[in-house]
């Protein structure tokens, strides 16, 4: 058998984290066993269909390097992988449950479907439809209402009023449901576009999808999808419920919790592979210690055996940490051509562009250790490329110098003299030179070093004092020196 997954997200916004988990688990598992990982977009509630999000989800799933393999731009051999594009299948589906009476015409309005509902509310009773159409008598009368109003019946399902159905679910085991719980649900709605239990069956048949893998929010609906299985004698394919994606306060998460949508976390400069990892282990471990996994890792080990049931946190400091982790590990011309597209973007207009790469070569090695975030880089390297910094007095005075301004501009002027003295321009004589103006003046090495180090780069936190000066060069250091100096 090819193991079949298909990831079937509604087109109704920017793609969520928690969806993209659900594709990435279909991805690995598809890939683990030399499978396919198919891509439907499930686009019949028109409602909330907001048409650019198709791009969107195809790009999300690009960034994060999930190819797929059938669907989107691709097509393939079952398609059209669009439901608005299937209406006649689910159609075709639906008359067929009515011909075999496993299904029937409803005739009632909305507006009686609402009193039925208010009336249950004020009897306390759980909302359900009341069966009217379900005979003979109370489908004729319906429809003669509903001809006389002009509008079009719905298809539901006639769900057997009693007994159990079960479903064998690959992650909880068997779960068992009572029937007399479950309303004749909608099948087809007025406008012929299908719900979800009858769309997603006909089309994973069509599909020849063999596992389903969902959010666990699923579960309630999957007595309803068995019956629909069982009257259109479609063989229930393996049903994998995904343990729900928790915020660290165990509510279910949300924008509360910070970003949920995938491209708030590329502009925020997380890495696909982090994300990827990241999200790998939300409800799924290799071994309950290992943290960094790669791509080729979690395609040999992913199967559904070790994907848990019970709710998993998103801890976006975790994620952060990882981010941190695969920056460092980078290879050092991905690092340096990742710097680049960060620095292009995020430097001021007056910095020529294209940006010199040999000098973001000599920078990146300073800085991958600090940066967890990629758009932190800028922020930690500006003042390589810019020609002059504008430190503020107060940053330069810091608290060593904070009443002694006058003791701060000394202090620069030496250090400038110190500076333009130095045979070779290397980070070591740098610092012997500077250390040995710390020593002989009687400052504190620490505070003479902050002082020079927001005169020359502007900021208080920065890559290696030494090596970023020798990068930045004589003359722009003595320059920045001279400038501050002049501020105080
Ligand atoms: N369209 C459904 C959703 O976005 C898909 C559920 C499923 O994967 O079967 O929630």
């Known amino acids: 058998m090819t193991v079949r997954t298909r990831y079937a997200p509604s087109p109704t916004g920017v793609p969520h984290v928690g969806n993209i988990r659900t594709a990435l688990f279909d991805y690995l598992l598809a890939r683990h066993f030399g499978g396919q990982f ?19 989800i195809a790009e999300s799933l690009r960034w994060l390097g999930l190819e797929w393999d059938e669907g989107l731009d691709k097509g393939g051999p079952y398609g059209p992988y669009v439901q608005s594009e299937r209406l006649t299948a689910y159609r075709a589906a639906a008359d067929r449950l009515l011909a075999q009476g496993d299904a029937y015409a409803c005739w009632c309005s909305a507006q009686r479907l609402e009193e039925v509902r208010a009336e249950q509310a004020r009897r306390k009773q759980p909302p359900r ?52 719980t479950i309303d004749d649900f909608v099948l087809l709605k007025s406008d012929g576009f299908p719900v979800y239990a009858l769309a997603y069956i006909v089309d994973d048949e069509a599909m020849r999808i063999t596992h389903v893998l969902r959010g666990d929010e699923w579960i309630p609906s999957a007595p309803r999808h068995v019956l629909v299985y069982r009257a259109l004698g479609v063989e229930i394919p393996v049903i994998a419920h995904l343990p729900r ?52 890792q979690f395609i040999e080990r992913f199967t559904l055996d070790r ?59 300073l800085v991958r250790e600090r940066v967890k975030l990629l758009s932190e ?58 250390r040995a103006l710390g020593a002989q003046s009687g400052m504190k090495a620490g505070d003479l070093f902050s002082l020079v180090r927001v005169a020359v780069t502007g900021r208080r936190v920065t890559p290696p004092l030494f090596e970023s000066m020798e990068i930045v060069g004589r003359e722009r250091c003595i320059g920045r020196l001279r400038a501050a100096a002049a501020l105080l």
């Open 245 to 296: 994606i928790l915020g660290p306060d165990g509510a279910k998460l949300s924008k509360r919790h910070g970003a949920t949508s995938v491209f708030e976390y590329r502009e925020q400069g997380y890495l696909p592979d982090a994300l990827f990892n990241f999200l790998g282990l939300i409800g799924w471990s290799l071994d309950d210690k290992t943290d960094i996994i790669s791509r080729e």
């Open 377 to 434: 880089v800028t922020g930690y390297c500006d003042f390589f490329f810019m020609d002059a910094v504008s430190p503020s007095a107060d940053d330069l005075l810091g608290n060593a110098f904070a009443s002694k301004p006058a003791d701060a501009k000394a202090a620069l002027e030496r250090a400038t003299d110190a500076l333009e003295a130095v045979g070779a321009w290397t980070h070591d004589e740098i610092e012997v030179a500077l």
């Open 129 to 180: 439809y009341d069966r009217r159409c379900r005979d003979a008598a109370g489908s004729a009368a319906a429809r003669r209402e509903a001809e006389a109003e002009g509008h079009s019946p719905v298809v539901r399902f006639k769900t057997p009023l009693e007994g159990t159905v079960s479903l064998d679910d690959a992650i909880h085991g068997p779960l068992t449901f009572d029937l007399s």
């Open 38 to 56: 198919i891509v439907r977009i499930e686009d019949t509630d028109r409602q909330r269909y907001v048409p650019e999000s198709v791009a969107g």
């Open 307 to 365: 994907v848990v049931k019970s709710p998993a946190v998103f801890n976006v400091d975790k994620l952060t940490w990882m981010n941190g982790v695969y920056i460092r590990e980078m290879p050092e011309a991905r690092l340096v051509e990742t710097f680049t597209e960060w620095l292009d973007r995020g430097l001021p207009s007056s910095v020529a562009r294209p940006l010199d790469r040999a000098l973001v070569g000599r920078i990146a090695p």
